[in-house]
């Protein structure tokens, strides 16, 4: 079950996230789950079944993209056919959370980050897809689609996540053992991936 959103805080510019967002978040879902308004966290085997029911029903769902339901009525989210039955009274969200001093009630001057699987999500399932915006200082929340995100946005800034690779990833170079090396060769042999030369000592040269 994921609770905790991609955010960062409010700021000129922006934050990491602290390891204090985990506690924020956790107290945005259980302010979410407190005002009596169908808000539901997903247990796994309820996540699978609305993933299962949205995709039957021709929508693009990731399941990163969101951390707790809201159901118009009451129906046993962990069957995928009672799910796709009552899709009409089910939205997803996902939740932006913060504490920080200096975010007004409506959230002004609150600065967060969109995952590239929120933004699909939101564009393709549209009023059914919101953001829950949730100040736990101030105890006030607010639900906007993405249409509206972008309505109240006051600047968007694009960004990359890039990951370098390991090191073990790296071509391996391997000496050969003596036993394998051809008579009369008195230096190493050494093999790559994509090339296998022999240093003469003679020439003072490789060859292939």
Request: some cysteine; hydrophobic content about 35%; proline content about 4%.
């Amino acid at each position: 079950m994921k609770i905790l959103p991609e955010e960062m805080q409010l700021s000129d510019e922006p934050e990491s996230v602290k390891p204090s967002g985990q506690q924020t978040a956790k107290a945005a879902a259980a302010h979410l789950l407190g005002l009596d308004q169908g808000f539901r966290v997903p247990t796994a085997k309820e996540r699978e079944a609305i993933l299962v029911a949205f995709v039957l029903e021709g929508y693009v769902v990731y399941g990163k993209a969101f951390d707790i339901v809201k159901t118009a009525r009451a129906f046993n989210l962990d069957d995928s056919a009672e799910v796709r039955r009552n899709i009409d009274a089910i939205t997803l969200y996902e939740t932006k959370s913060t504490n920080k001093e200096g975010v007004t009630p409506s959230f002004d001057r609150y600065f967060f980050s969109l995952s590239t699987a929120e933004l699909l999500v939101a564009q393709n399932l549209g009023a059914r897809y919101r953001f829950a915006f949730v100040n736990v200082r101030t105890k006030s929340h607010a639900e906007l689609t993405l249409r509206e995100v972008f309505a109240k946005a006051k600047g968007i800034y694009p960004t990359w996540s890039i990951q370098f690779q390991s090191r073990r990833c790296r071509t391996r170079r391997r000496t050969w053992p003596s036993a394998s090396r051809p008579a009369g060769e008195r230096q190493g042999v050494r093999r790559t991936d994509r090339s296998f030369r022999k240093y003469d000592e003679r020439t003072h040269q490789h060859r292939v």
